[in-house]
């Protein structure tokens, strides 16, 4: 069996999907504080949250990061020049999934009291950036590019977005709709951010020429 992908095609569902998923929150968040809507229950409205474990967004990020790795995973079989980082980033990006379902950085804020995980977060993206520069110095510029814009969007909204509103939570006003409306921000950049990523991976494969097949065997 064998499948092909359109890398604009796809690039530009993924990107309908988020754009959509941020609407819905918005909306949503709109709704519930401003009683738009004659529905009191937040049931009705979580599932829009983008902010809420078991809402629709935090299902399409984990696919998402999932993708990403896997992604990354397929060009270092096909690269062998570059395997190594590249099977780095999709071990990166499957844990990054597992964390958006599972919330270890979540756990760091239970362990470390004193300091918030943006900073490890922080320190850590820093980190990494800096010692995948001679990878991305060997990809193609478009895709090197694409690359960092996708991983400033991502760490943007991860890290800055959060970071920022602290003070939020800090005044316990994390149930306000002022907040949510950030989230919304928030979860947006760290959308858009893997979109990009997932589209210059796309790219890459075309630009490769590589036919991408899957064989299934008893």
């Not at 474990?53 to 998402?64: H, P, R």
């Not at 895709?143 to 991502?154: A, D, K, S, V």
Request: include cysteine; charge should be negative; hydrophobic fraction near 55%.
């Amino acid at each position: 069996m064998e499948f092909e992908l359109s890398a604009r095609r796809t690039g530009l569902l993924l990107a309908t999907i988020a754009a959509s998923l941020i609407v819905l929150h918005v909306a949503a968040m709109l709704a519930w504080y401003l009683d738009a809507l004659p529905l009191d229950d937040w049931l009705y409205y979580s599932f829009f949250d983008l902010d809420e474990e078991e809402g629709l967004g935090t299902w399409f990020s984990t696919l998402l990061l999932f993708l990403a790795g896997m992604l990354s995973w397929l060009l270092g079989r096909l690269d062998p020049g570059l395997r190594r980082w590249w099977w780095l980033l999709a071990a990166g990006f499957c844990l990054l999934s597992l964390d958006e379902v599972a919330g270890f950085h979540e756990f760091v804020n239970t362990v470390v009291e004193d300091t918030h995980w943006t900073t490890f977060g922080a320190a850590i993206g820093l980190l990494v950036g800096l010692s995948f520069i001679p990878f991305l110095l060997k990809l193609p510029s478009r895709t090197r590019w694409m690359c960092i814009i996708g991983g400033i969007l991502y760490l943007g909204g991860a890290v800055g977005v959060e970071r920022g509103t602290l003070w939020y939570e800090e005044q316990d006003l994390l149930d306000t709709l002022e907040y949510n409306l950030w989230n919304a921000l928030e979860e947006g950049l760290e959308m858009g951010g893997i979109v990009v990523y997932v589209y210059a991976l796309l790219e890459r494969l075309a630009d490769a020429g590589k036919r991408v097949g899957v064989v299934v065997n008893r």
